[in-house]
């Protein structure tokens, strides 16, 4: 039988939910299922479930999931109504599972499932969040690294809340963590920067990142740079104040060509100043824009927020019973 109606409340916790985020991920999925569940009984035995989110995929990716939760009960699929990106998709997966503790992780195994185990036991000595800092990163771009780096040092001065470097999404939460996370209402969810604000009892896990293990990566330079302005206007003003500093440094220019004119009028007997006049108009006209931009940008986000909708829309959920369940 396969359930497909909202919500899935009837059945026991288990022990520990996996939730995995997929955009036409079907060359890696078997793998991911198979490497998933193996992981997961060598951790807890029966008592998981994993959460796959198909995120809108135009490739086979659903047909494929729809397939494997139908014959193992410890596998749910749930399909969104269209792309609605990583960090929803990843916040839908959190919203529908049910465990005690929750690993979040991608479909790429770029993250080992393995360390599941060990992430449980250092959780067992107090910890509410593992998460996962990459000491090294196989078969990644010299342009991604860099970019990366450069942009968690922007975001860490810009910002109050205290962003580790090297993390992704990779990381082991308890239920009061989520619960907590999911309490969070923001439409725009940079979800590791959520967790890093939480607060709680934070531990890092230092592990090497391997290569996808198959397909591209689904992150091309225009999602890196959503994510990113994501990120900096969910966690500061900072840039809002951008404006003030060109403000000040305007003037300082304005008061050295009003100086420069007014020594050309005394002194010298000529009619010039065309350019420099061409010149300081581009540049106060670039300034007040790119000011009207960043302020733009975050009226923008109050109303996408003002509006309320909910962060994604849920088409169809696909579970079998599990086998060990009571009743
Ligand atoms: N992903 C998603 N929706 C998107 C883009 C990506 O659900 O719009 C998923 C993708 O399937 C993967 C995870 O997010 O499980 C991370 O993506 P990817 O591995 O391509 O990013 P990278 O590791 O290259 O940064
Ligand atoms: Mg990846």
Redesign the pocket.
Known sequence: MIATDLPRDDRPRPRVSVV??????EEVLAETVRRLTGACTAAVGTDYEIVF?D?GSRDRTWPLLQAFAAADGHLVAVSLSR????QL??SAGLQLCRGERILMI???L?DPPELLAPMLAVMDQGADVVYGQRTERQG?TAF?TGSASLFYRLLNTLTDVDIPENV?DFRLVTRPVLDALLALPEQHRFVRGLVAWLGFRQVAFPYARAE?FAGV???PLR?MLRLAVDAITGFSVVPLRISMWAALLCFGIALGTMGYGLVSWLFFDVVRGWASLIVLVALFAGVQLLCLGILGEYVGRMFMEAKRRPLYIVREIVTAPRPDATS
Do not use: I, M, S
């Open positions: 995995v985020p997929c955009f036409n991920e989110v995120d792309n609605f990106g990583h998709a990843l991608d479909a790429d770029q990644e991604k992704g996808r990566t689904k992150y999602k």
